[in-house]
């Protein structure tokens, strides 16, 4: 990255953020993540394995799989959804 992460806003909001990369993906290059899991250790993340590509939101498929990321990550985070 050209500029350091604010990493003090990670750990202060880590209960209100989560991360989520992509294979091979330049916007969101694994030594990001890496960086991520060391500093703010934890914060939500994950990364993409079922072949979607950074432009997720343009196919359906792509799409489904992310809300479905994020509706779990919501449940997670506010047990009486996962009823």
């Not at 003090?8 to 694994?30: C, T, Y």
């Not at 990001?32 to 993340?45: A, G, K, N």
């Not at 992310?66 to 449940?75: D, F, R, Y």
Request: net charge negative; hydrophobic share 35%.
């Amino acid at each position: 990255l050209k500029n350091t992460p604010d990493w003090a806003f990670m750990r202060e909001n880590q209960s209100k953020i989560a991360f989520l990369f992509g294979v091979d993906d330049h916007w969101g290059p694994q030594e990001l993540y890496e960086e991520i899991s060391e500093q703010v250790p934890d914060v939500p993340l994950a990364i993409e394995r079922h072949g979607h590509t950074h432009n997720f939101c343009c196919s359906e498929a792509g799409s489904a799989w992310v809300a479905s990321h994020v509706a779990g990550l919501i449940k997670n985070k506010i047990p009486s959804l996962s009823k």
